[in-house]
Nanobody, 118 residues
Framework: QVQLVEFGGGLVQPGGSLRLSCAAS????????MRWYRQAPGKERELVAS????????NYADSVKGRFTISRDNAKNTVYLQMNSLKREDTAVYYC???????????WGQGTQVTVSS
């Protein structure tokens, strides 16, 4: 059974930090590129960051460059999103997403809420 389970969301003050984790199971993790998306109320889901299956290449939305870092540990089947200097506009539900390196299939996590507020 395929599972992507996100951890680490919560309430944080502006300027603070959070680290999201996404634990994968039920598929061959190192064959999949991993992404973090987010969706704020009333807005479309947007891509935040991505990392290739090997971890060698990462990409970021302009809105988070220099503040967020995506990484993965293929030995632990886990992808991370380190979020620093958080802003109120980072408030959203954050989703983990796995896509096969040959685009054969993909999977979504259930999401974790991140709220940036004083």
């Amino acid at each position: 059974q395929v599972q992507l389970v996100e951890f680490g969301g919560g309430l944080v003050q502006p300027g603070g930090s959070l680290r999201l984790s996404c634990a994968a199971s039920g598929f061959t993790f190192n064959n999949y590129g991993m992404r973090w998306y987010r969706q704020a109320p009333g807005k479309e889901r947007e891509l935040v960051a991505s990392v290739t299956s090997s971890g060698s290449t990462t990409n970021y939305a302009d809105s988070v460059k220099g503040r967020f870092t995506i990484s993965r540990d293929n030995a632990k089947n886990t992808v991370y999103l380190q979020m620093n200097s958080l802003k109120r506009e980072d408030t959203a539900v954050y989703y983990c997403y796995a896509v096969h390196r040959l685009r054969l299939n993909d999977y979504w996590g259930q999401g974790t809420q991140v709220t940036v507020s004083s």
